[in-house]
């Protein structure tokens, strides 16, 4: 009877493919059970036929979710098999993701400091007025603030997104004791129209070295070192320049062209380029930050990451650094 079958078909079990096709064609088959029983339903009398239906119904859901639960125990049991049985089967292919150009010469450059002597210092991004400006001997009304672009949060003037990560040197030196050598990395931030070559935010490294007897000789060596450990063999020049937190003051240029050894990398233009500022650190700041400017002396450089990449890198546009487009972030997949 039905009620028979269904009862049969709810503790029916079987380990084979074979076993569940027997058990598939039996019931739901073209000449199967189930379809007889539906042809039967025109003989049923009438009284009867609505619960004669409803049990029919109820073995073809039975049966098909037997078999649909069935087959699909196999499939999993097989899988495992496969993967555990065969060691012939060739294996899924690893989707490795890829580094950020930005962290890949960040930690270039992290690693090149390191080798001699200098730790890794982070801060805020938003900063305080002290942190980012006064402290650096760029008290209120000091016009070299409008070289900055800052963004104020709001209308508080002492909440700002820092422009440079001199901010974290500052906060390192009120909290550490001389000798110092850190590096600072960080994103930065400045209200500049957006292009190829500039946007509203970029990564800086910046350095601080303070010791007693210090000199411009130590930086320029150190500097030397930095970029021939960069770009390979390569030509350095510093042209004066202004800081209001350094004295004397440079800008350093590289020189890009035929005779750097990472001249393969090269597309498109030689000469100068100007990578880094740098000089040594004013006595203000020094004493500003609690550091006796009679007994220690210092240097300091600070370097963009973004503009640097683009150049290692032969990259064109500096918006592409912040696009998130994977057809872009993938080329750097073989780059660690
Ligand atoms: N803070 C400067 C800038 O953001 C860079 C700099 C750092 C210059 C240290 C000199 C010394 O442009």
Redesign the pocket.
């Known amino acids: 009877t039905l009620k028979e079958h269904i009862a049969e078909v709810e503790k029916f079990t079987a380990d084979t493919t074979e076993a569940v096709e027997a058990f598939r064609i039996k019931y739901l088959g073209k000449k199967g059970l189930l379809n007889q029983f539906f042809a039967e339903f025109k003989n049923v009398p009438n009284e009867q036929k609505k619960e004669f239906g409803q049990t029919i119904n109820h073995l073809k859901t039975a049966a098909t979710d037997k078999v649909n639960e069935l087959k699909s125990a196999l499939e999993t049991q097989s899988e495992e098999k496969g993967i555990f049985g065969d060691l012939t089967r060739p294996g899924e292919p690893l989707e490795l993701g890829a580094r950020h150009p930005i962290s890949i010469v960040k930690n270039q450059i992290i690693e090149i400091f390191s080798r001699i002597g200098f730790n890794v210092s982070e801060g805020p991004e938003i900063e305080d007025d002290w942190h980012n400006f006064t402290a650096?001997n760029l008290p209120e009304y000091h016009p070299a603030r409008d070289m900055?672009d800052t963004f104020f949060i709001q209308t508080d003037p002492d909440v700002l997104l820092r422009?440079?990560?001199?901010s974290v040197?500052v906060r390192y030196m009120e909290n550490n004791k001389p000798p110092i050598r850190t590096i600072s990395p960080g994103r930065?931030y400045r209200n500049e129209a957006i292009s190829a070559r500039s946007h509203c935010f970029f990564h800086?490294v910046?350095?601080?070295y303070i010791d007693k007897d210090v000199s411009f000789a130590d930086l320029k060596q150190t500097l030397q070192y930095f970029t021939t450990e960069l770009f390979g063999k390569s030509k350095i020049r510093l042209r004066p320049s202004y800081?209001p937190?350094?004295e004397p003051?440079a800008e350093v240029d590289v020189y890009w062209g035929l005779e750097t050894e990472t001249d393969y990398r090269m597309t498109k233009g030689t000469g100068w380029l100007e990578i880094?500022?740098?000089?040594m650190?004013d006595p203000n700041v020094l004493d500003n930050c609690g550091i006796d400017s009679k007994e220690y002396s210092g240097?300091?450089?600070?370097?963009?990451i973004d503009r640097i990449a683009l150049l290692l890198h032969q990259i064109s546009d500096i918006r592409l650094l912040s696009e998130n487009d994977l057809r872009f972030l993938e080329q750097f997949k073989s780059a660690l």
Do not use: I, K, P, R
């Open positions: 650096l900055q422009t440079h990560t001199s040197q930065v800086q910046e350095g601080l800081f937190f350094t003051s880094m500022g740098c000089g650190v240097f300091a450089f600070g370097m963009g």
